[in-house]
């Protein structure tokens, strides 16, 4: 938001009787653990008066609502050492993208206001413990179970329909949203008449009209030409970030999109592959140069990041490229199992998924991480590794090692995507599959075998017909089939 924007909201909430259970005004700062139970009361007290945000603001005198200022800096204000935005941010459950904003209302009256989303589908906690405010008290929410009840209750709308930009002219849709790229993509002739485009935009959920035009944040995530038009999704931009070494310490170049995903989708993958190291070939006549990792698995990894991030959950997709690895990571947990990842579907945004299949930016359902593992295979490369941890969802696809230079759990992981990968093809995996995928000369067939009996050990692969006794005729297939 712009300052001017943070002035006219301000100007707007002062203007209210009274505080409330979405809105607290304070004139300064008292301790982060009550910062953290307003935003948990506010979140709740939003969600149950169906407003779409609560506000916890510094420089406004509670009684009077006069604006005096604060000395409180909520962007640069530190618990210990740590950022204190982010001290709340990692003890806030779910991690909802409450926003921080400090500005000057005027040359003597500095401002910091939290603009915190309303809950969803559950009650919003602070160190695990949830809140509420009864007028201008804040109370723990277990007091109060009718109040908790209609939060769980209330039938939460997907972020895709809600609005992140309304009271618009068709004029506007065409300036913030970029018509063109959604019918070259589609390939569709592009209409007559603007009319023509809005009814289209209309049908597919990216513009709603009431008694004008409105644009949902499906429409801004996608086709926006400029995301930071768009406060609700410009926080939702990828980030892309090559690392000198193996390690985040030293950054060599940057990117942070700044288009919708449709837009900027092709133009980003193809920077990260122009990232990626390359092996150069001499052929007959032409010098080529091969990509160290698949570049279709990239693409498809990218596309997931978008497709199933969370994005009720602070966060943004990154891409993080490492000299030794790729990194692909979202906001939120996966519905699945990441064990399941490659049979199973379950997407949390689905007209996004839909949209960006039709645009022929991923696979059909229930196809694209067998892609990634085949490719991966194809490249001779480790398994990937999905990793789930502080609510984001992370994976890694990693630079060639020989077979010798992989551990056991690498091994391990690598046969049961290989078993994976087979199952959802109709076939199995045998001995002599596992040496394919592993160059393994047929006459070390004991290597394998050894790989296999980990993997049964484990439990993550099992016999197809535990009655056969020939372990030459073997075949395998992954522990849920």
């Keep these: 938001m712009t300052d001017t924007q943070l002035k006219e909201t301000l100007n707007d909430l002062v203007k209210l009787p009274r505080e409330s259970e979405w809105v607290e005004f304070k004139l300064n700062f008292h301790s982060p653990e009550e910062i953290g139970e307003r935003i948990s009361a506010l979140s709740n007290g939003a969600c149950i008066h169906n407003q779409p945000y ?79 405010r009864i007028n201008t008290i804040t109370r723990k929410i277990n007091d109060f179970p009718e109040k908790q009840a209609k939060i769980w209750k209330k039938e939460s709308k997907p972020f895709e329909k809600e609005i992140a930009m309304d009271n618009l002219s068709v004029s506007d849709i065409t300036h913030f949203l970029s018509a063109e790229t959604y019918f070259d993509l589609m390939k569709l002739p592009y209409p007559s008449s603007v009319d023509g485009v809005i009814a289209k935009f209309i049908e597919e959920g990216l513009v709603v009209k009431h008694k004008t035009y409105a644009i949902t944040k499906l429409g801004a995530l996608l086709f926006a030409k400029q995301l930071r038009n768009f ?7 990828v980030r892309a970030i090559v690392y000198k070494g ?80 790729i990194e692909i990571s979202n906001p939120g947990n996966p519905l699945v199992t990441p064990e399941r990842f490659i049979d199973a579907y379950l997407s949390r945004n689905e007209k996004l998924a839909d949209l960006m299949r039709r645009m022929g930016f991923c696979e059909e359902k229930g196809s694209g991480l067998d892609k990634v593992i085949f490719y991966n295979e194809l490249y001779q490369l480790p398994p990937i590794n999905v990793i789930v941890a502080e609510n984001r969802t992370r994976v890694s696809i990693y630079h060639y090692k020989s077979l010798n230079n992989l551990d056991k759990k690498e091994k391990i992981r690598a046969c049961y995507q290989h078993a994976c990968l087979k199952h959802v093809s109709n ?54 089939a």
């Design 54 to 132: 609560g506000y916890l603001v510094f420089g406004v005198e509670d009684n009077t609502h006069i604006i005096k200022g604060t000395t409180f800096k909520a962007k640069s204000h530190k618990k210990k050492n740590e950022d204190l935005e982010h001290w709340l941010a990692t003890r806030i459950n779910p991690r909802i993208d409450f926003q921080v904003h400090e500005f000057d209302y005027d040359a003597t009256r500095h401002i910091s206001i939290y603009i915190i989303p309303a809950a969803k589908t559950q009650p919003v906690e602070f160190l695990h413990q949830a809140y509420i």
């Design 427 to 480: 076939e199995k995996m045998t001995n002599q599959s596992l040496r394919d995928r592993f160059k393994i000369e047929d006459h070390n067939y004991s290597i394998a075998s050894r790989i296999i009996r980990d993997a049964l050990a484990e439990g993550v692969i099992k016999e197809e017909d535990p009655e056969n006794k020939s372990r030459k005729y073997a075949s395998y297939i992954p522990f849920w």
């Design 246 to 325: 193996k390690n985040k310490v030293e950054t060599e170049r940057e990117q942070m999109g700044v288009k919708g995903y449709a837009l900027g989708f092709e133009g980003l993958v193809e920077w990260v592959n122009s990232q990626l190291p390359a092996n150069e070939e001499i052929g007959k006549a032409l010098r080529t140069e091969t990509r160290m990792y698949p570049e279709i698995a990239i693409r498809e990894l990218v596309a997931n990041a978008l497709i199933h991030q969370d994005f009720s959950v602070k966060g943004f997709p990154m891409i993080e490229v490492f000299s030794d690895r």
């Design 231 to 237: 406060e609700s999704t410009e926080r939702k931009a």
